[in-house]
């Protein structure tokens, strides 16, 4: 089956760190860039980071660029989302997802919610 | 960047059509083909069902179809199905330092 879990969420206070990992299953997890997008409780999705098949090329949204790290691990079909000095304005539900074309992310896990409050 | 826009919610009755929008500008939508569309069931993932506008991944029904006119995309389903009823949000490429926006999602009622 094809499918992606994200799992490492959870409640963290202002200014810590969490790490979010997300398993690949089904697919060649290094044929794909990968991407990581959040969304807000009562907000619409956001990009926040992603990684070309190789790990060669990263890009990040402004608002993370500096606190956290994308990184994968093709042979154990693995993306991570490393997330340091967290904020109140960073919680939310924490998706990965397969990038097919611009823009387009074909198969999406269920997500991971990070909460960070005091 | 900001959001792109999509009515909060719309509605249908079974073998009906309904159309959602996803507004946004000449440096998103209206510059660049790449559009996409998404479904969200509560708790389930997002799944795509529109990306460069028009094409629909294998396994995506035709009742699903997407098309744009200058700043405005558009998603049509036609001959609505109980199980359309679900959360509806659209992306564009927003050029290379922005990369994608996306829209706040419309809730598609069946009714």
């Known amino acids: 089956e094809v499918q992606l879990v994200e799992f490492g969420g959870g409640l963290v206070q202002p200014g810590g760190s969490l790490r979010l990992s997300c398993a690949a299953s089904?697919?060649?997890?290094?044929?794909?860039?990968m991407i990581w997008v959040r969304q807000a409780p009562g907000k619409g999705p956001e990009w926040v980071a992603y990684?070309?098949?190789?790990?060669?090329?990263?890009h990040y949204v402004d608002s993370v660029r500096g606190r956290f790290t994308i990184s994968r691990d093709n042979p154990r079909y693995s993306l991570s989302l490393q997330m340091n000095n967290l904020r109140a304005e960073d919680t939310a539900l924490y998706f990965c997802?397969?990038?097919?074309?611009?823009?387009?992310?074909?198969?999406w896990g269920q997500g991971t919610m990070v909460t960070v409050s005091s | 960047q900001s959001a792109l826009t999509q009515p909060p919610s719309a509605s249908g009755s079974p073998g009906q059509s309904v159309t959602i929008s996803c507004t946004g500008t000449?440096?998103?939508?209206?510059?660049?083909?790449?559009v996409a569309w998404y479904q969200k069931h509560p708790g389930k993932a997002p799944k795509l069902l529109i990306y460069?506008?028009?094409k629909r991944p294998s396994g995506v029904p035709d009742r699903f179809s997407g098309s744009k006119s200058g700043n405005t995309a558009s998603l049509t389903v036609s001959g609505l199905q109980a199980e359309d009823e679900a959360d509806y949000f659209c992306n564009s490429y927003a050029g290379t330092n922005n990369y994608v926006i996306f829209g706040g999602g419309t809730k598609l009622t069946v009714l």
């Open positions: 997802a397969t990038v097919i074309a611009v823009g387009a992310f074909h198969i």
């Open positions: 460069e506008v028009t």
């Open positions: 990684i070309r098949q190789d790990g060669s090329e990263t």
């Open positions: 000449s440096s998103d939508v209206g510059g660049h083909n790449y």
């Open positions: 089904g697919f060649t997890f290094s044929n794909y860039w």
